[in-house]
């Protein structure tokens, strides 16, 4: 099932720590968070495609100036990965994650599109960098994937379920 969560705008990480912690029972398998000054991002993971420890969350692109925490599944992943690697795109997992990720990469905010499944999902993008910082936050079409979000404060705060977003 997996669960996503996050808060955008400056914060400590015991409170990542708290909202991880309120949806272990999405994912037991692996958990994981990334923090610094403009984010903090996080994941509770059940583990199905790739239960290697190469599919960990929050994942980073190979520079590390790209950061997602992904739910759910897409179907095409295969397909799309395979046009990546055309493209010169090298992968260390075998995680549909991963190739959401690298779409980022390559496509832009036109990825959305090429996607066929359910999901949700937040990308930070630190490419144009510090104070041009980029956090997307989507989900399916069919909102299948939950993905609440409300301001606390300054702050933005998203994730999979009520109890993430109380923590």
């Given at each position: ?59 980073a ?5 790209v ?11 295969q ?9 010169g ?21 036109d ?6 499944g ?18 997307l936050?989507?989900?399916?079409q069919?909102?299948?994937k ?10 933005l705060?998203f994730?999979s ?7």
């Amino acid at each position: 099932m997996c669960g996503i969560c996050g808060i955008i705008g400056k914060t400590d990480r015991q409170p990542l720590e708290r909202m991880v912690a309120a949806m272990h029972h999405r994912g037991p398998d692996d958990c994981g968070i990334y923090h610094d000054d403009v984010i903090g991002m996080g994941m509770a993971r059940l583990a199905i495609i790739d239960l290697s420890p190469a599919a960990h969350q929050p994942m980073a692109s190979p520079d590390e100036r790209v950061w997602i925490v992904y739910n759910g599944e897409v179907y095409n992943f295969q397909q799309e990965r395979n046009l990546l690697e055309k493209a010169g795109y090298s992968f260390k997992s075998t995680s549909d994650t991963e190739v959401v990720l690298r779409m980022y990469e390559h496509y832009g905010d036109d990825f959305l599109t090429r996607l066929r499944g359910m999901f949700a999902l937040a990308i930070y993008d630190r490419r144009r960098g510090p104070g041009r910082e980029r956090i997307l936050l989507a989900r399916d079409q069919l909102g299948i994937k939950p993905l609440l979000y409300a301001w606390r404060g300054n702050r933005l705060v998203f994730g999979s379920e009520i109890k993430t977003l109380l923590a």
